[in-house]
């Protein structure tokens, strides 16, 4: 019998395999019975090692556990969500970018904790701000120093499971995770050379272990950050927002301009942010279409339809400056069931 670990990397054809109970780090081939039957292991597998040969460091994956969820960009198994690192100031914060990021963990369904790094830049009052307007979008908030090393404990605390880290280049994300995992020696501004180019290590995932319980990868992936989600999704991935989904006069509201709109009404602190996103996201779903459907498209120009359908080639038109009649035509456009009121 062998024992059980979580694959931390993967080099060429070896496996990084911490194993459980502090067992040590081991460097493992995958049994051939594996890869006949196609099983593929991935970085942040649980894995069954048996054949260890602790003098050398060697043993072999003879089973994969199943796995909870995997993440393609970048691949990874049993992640439990986004380590999201904002700078408080070089750069900026900016709300919409985090919001950016946010929308597309919400989208992948993972949990995110937002550190906001370089608190010693600034007065404390607007480390409070942000921190209280963050909390309030419903996510958990670490405001931290990587130089001064103030709130990384609690952060270590945090942490359990895997994670993977992200965030805009220079915000801190190198220094962060040298400070959470000491032994690294990790070059400041090598992870933003990574994501910015794509280099040959694009591909390259890796886990550092924080602790006994967390992982985290620093790998890119999370920068592919144009919005191509199905425009009635994106309200959705605003938790705040989820409380007034479904109170809107019209069932498939897309928050705009309709009238009777409950998320509007809200004044909500990100609803700028929304209507931002949203108007994205309308134009890169017009694409989309353009696309898959070039025929209908050019059917639809030449006028063969009339009635609400004709709204579709003039998207684009009406999203420059969207009155409240354009708006209301494009109700029809993403819900066949447009007409269909709630009461
Ligand atoms: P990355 O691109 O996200 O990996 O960011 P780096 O870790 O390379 O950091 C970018 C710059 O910010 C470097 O000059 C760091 O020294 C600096 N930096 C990182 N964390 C902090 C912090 O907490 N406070 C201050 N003042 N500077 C920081
Ligand atoms: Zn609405």
Redesign the pocket.
């Known amino acids: 019998m062998g024992t059980t670990g979580t694959v931390l990397a993967q080099e060429a054809n070896f496996y990084r395999v911490r194993l459980d109970d502090g067992l040590g780090m081991v460097l493992c081939t995958r049994r051939a019975r594996l890869k006949k039957t196609g099983q593929s292991v991935l970085v942040g597998d649980r894995v069954e090692v048996t054949e260890i040969d602790s003098a050398s460091g060697r043993g072999v994956i003879a089973a994969t556990c199943a796995r909870r969820s995997v993440l393609s960009k970048p691949p990874i198994a049993n992640c439990t969500g986004v380590l999201v690192?904002f700078a408080l100031s070089?750069p900026a914060y900016d709300p919409a970018l985090l919001s950016r990021f946010l929308v597309h963990i919400e989208a992948e369904k993972l949990g995110a904790i937002v550190c906001l790094?370089?608190i010693?830049?600034v007065p404390p009052e607007a480390v409070e701000a942000v921190a209280v307007a963050v909390g309030g979008w419903g996510y958990t908030v670490r405001p931290v120093?990587?130089?001064t090393g103030v709130g990384i404990e609690a952060l270590r605390a945090e942490l359990a499971g895997t994670y993977v880290l992200a965030?805009p280049?220079?915000?801190?994300?190198?220094?962060?995770l040298n400070y959470l995992h000491p032994g690294l020696a990790l070059r400041?501004?090598d992870?933003?050379a990574r994501l910015g180019r794509g280099r040959h290590t694009t591909r390259h995932v890796e886990l550092f272990a924080l602790n006994a319980e967390a992982l985290v990868a620093d790998a890119p992936g999370f920068n592919q950050l144009e919005l191509t989600l199905a425009p009635e999704r994106l309200a959705g991935y605003f938790p705040e927002f989820r409380p007034y989904l479904g109170c809107c006069q019209f069932r498939n509201c897309l928050h705009r301009d309709e009238p009777g709109c409950a998320v509007r009404e809200a004044n909500l602190e990100r609803y700028g942010i929304y209507r931002e996103f949203l108007a994205e996201v309308l134009v890169n779903a017009q694409k989309q279409r353009r696309t898959a459907e070039p025929d209908e498209a050019i059917r639809l120009r030449g006028g063969l339809r009339r009635g609400k359908a004709v709204a579709v080639p003039r998207l684009e038109e009406q999203l420059r400056g969207t009155s409240r009649r354009t708006a209301r035509q494009q109700l029809g456009r993403w819900d066949e069931t447009a007409a269909d009121e709630a009461d």
């Open positions: 690192v070089e790094n370089k010693d830049e120093s990587a130089r965030g280049s220079g915000v801190g994300k190198s220094s962060l400041v501004g992870i933003s």
